[in-house]
Structure formats: C-alpha cells, structure tokens
C-alpha cells in the first residue's frame, strides 16, 4: 500500500504574525525562515506557533507584523543538540501560505466559522501513553506518536488527550496505529535545572479532539473487495 505522507500529516493554520521572519538554514542552496504566528482559540487565549518556510513561498506574501496570514503544512520534528544535550524541536513547516484580507463587514459569526487550527496526524505510538489525573480530577494522558514522513523519515509529536479520549489512551500498546484530529497549541512551563537556575520554556503539542484506531485487517479487506469488483 502506498503511504500518502501529505495525509499522514496535515495542518491549517489562520493567524496573525506576530515576530518577524529570521534566517533559519539552508539546504542545497534553498534558504529557509523562521517566524511565529499567534493563533486564536475559541477561548480567547493565544497560542504562538513557530512556522519554518522556504524562500520560494515568500515572493509575492507580505510578513511584517500584524498581518493575517492562512498556512498550510505539516507540523514536524528534529533533534537538536545543545551542550551536548538532545532536545526535541517541533515546527509547523509550511507547504502553502495565503495572505488573507479581511473584509470589514464580515460578521463575528462568519468569522468564527473560519478554521483557525486544525491538524490530522496518522502514525504509530511509540511510548506507552501516560495518564494521570489532575487536583481537580481532570483526566489527561500524554501521546507521543511517529509520523512517518518521505526518504524514511518520522516525525515525533507530543500529543494530550482528556476525558474520555485519555481513558481511551490507558489501553493502547505501543505500536498502534492511530489516526488524531486536533489542534496545535503552546504552552509555557518552566524547566529547573541542576544548578537550581530556572529557565522559561515554550511546549508544542497537539491537543486531541479525537483519536481512532486504525484497523489495518478492515482496510486490507476493504482493498481486496474493491479489486475483486
């Protein structure tokens, strides 16, 4: 079967840019960027997501600050190395970019209806999934899933569940297959480290609005009946 890696991993974004674009690296002569992009939630509160893209999106897009931008893409994953150190850098890398202009006599309603965040991921766990219950008896679980992406790479993405979907997690073994609807979200915490010193943090992970698992007998079946019509 062939893998579709656009599907296993798509995101949409609608935001605001909120820091600038800066130099980020270069692969065969192609300069990629780095810039963040604050994206509303139905609450009211913000979430700032780093968004890398090639120079060869950027001809005819307008980046400065403020400006309401629609993204595109797949959210990833890359080790980096610090003091030697491997931390996981996660980033939306963005495929398509459309600057939105905004109609002044656009309802409220109209714009709420617009999807501002919303990603799918299909790939395997790859840590028994933690659950834990807060103070207040919130039930969360923490996903860590593997995305496969193009020339045998994977992507490592931090997902959390809650309620019903983090009971769910409890049971599923390493080396699921799932398929995630959700939405992509930071968070900062602060890290201690040895010397007592404390360092402010920003976490990405993808919030779980629903999960599934992927019944790999049911779709092999479902091929075979096809072919045989």
Known sequence: MVTNFLENNHLVLVGNVSKEKTFSHEIYG???YIFDLEVPRLSKAIDVIPI???????????????????VEGQFRSYNSYENEKNRLILTVFAKD????????????????????????????????PIYRQTPFDREIADVLLAVNR??????????IAWGRNARFCQNIEVGTEVK??????????????EDGSVENRVAYE????????IDKKEDEEQVENQDAI
């Not at 045998?152 to 997902?159: A, E, G, H, Q, R």
């Open 206 to 213: 993808v919030s779980v609005s629903s999960m599934e698992i």
């Open 180 to 193: 995630i609807l959700g939405r992509v979200q930071s968070r900062k915490y602060e890290k201690k480290h």
């Open 97 to 128: 970019i459309t600057e939105i202009v905004e109609d002044e006599t656009e309802s409220s309603e109209e714009e709420k209806q617009i999807v501002s965040n919303e990603v799918t991921l299909v790939g395997y766990v790859c840590k028994k």
């Open 150 to 159: 193009a020339y045998n790479k994977s992507d490592y993405i931090p997902c």
């Open 30 to 32: 192609e300069k990629f």
């Open 52 to 70: 890398t893209v090639s120079e060869r999106l950027l001809t005819n897009i307008d980046l400065s600050l403020g400006k309401k931008l629609a």
